[in-house]
Nanobody, 118 residues
Framework: QVQLVESGGGLVQPGGSLRLSCAAS????????MGWYRQAPGTQREYVAH??????????NYADSVKGRFTISRDNAKNTVYLQMNSLKPEDTAIYYC?????????WGQGTQVTVSS
């Protein structure tokens, strides 16, 4: 059974930082492409970033809205993907979801709330 468990969300002031983690189980993690998406109230879920399957240093991609502020990384030994979020803005407020694309199927975590507010 595939399971993705996010952690690290919370309340942070504008300009602050958070690091989200997503621990995966039930998959051969190193061959999964891992990603982060987010959904703000009243909006559709949107793409944030992904990191392709492989070792550390694997190719990454970001939405324009987070490029230069967010960094996605993976630790295959820990079956975990991270999202380092810096220079946070109020518009980054959303539920953040971890995604695994594994053997041509998509799997989702339950999400973690990130709130950016003074």
């Amino acid at each position: 059974q595939v399971q993705l468990v996010e952690s690290g969300g919370g309340l942070v002031q504008p300009g602050g930082s958070l690091r989200l983690s997503c621990a995966a189980s039930g998959i051969f993690f190193s061959i999964a492409t891992m990603g982060w998406y987010r959904q703000a109230p009243g909006t559709q879920r949107e793409y944030v970033a992904h990191i392709v399957a492989g070792t550390a240093g694997a190719s990454t991609n970001y939405a324009d809205s987070v490029k230069g502020r967010f960094t996605i990384s993976r630790d295959n030994a820990k079956n975990t993907v991270y999202l380092q979020m810096n220079s946070l803005k109020p518009e980054d407020t959303a539920i953040y979801y971890c995604n695994a694309n594994y053997l041509y199927r998509d799997y989702w975590g339950q999400g973690t709330q990130v709130t950016v507010s003074s």
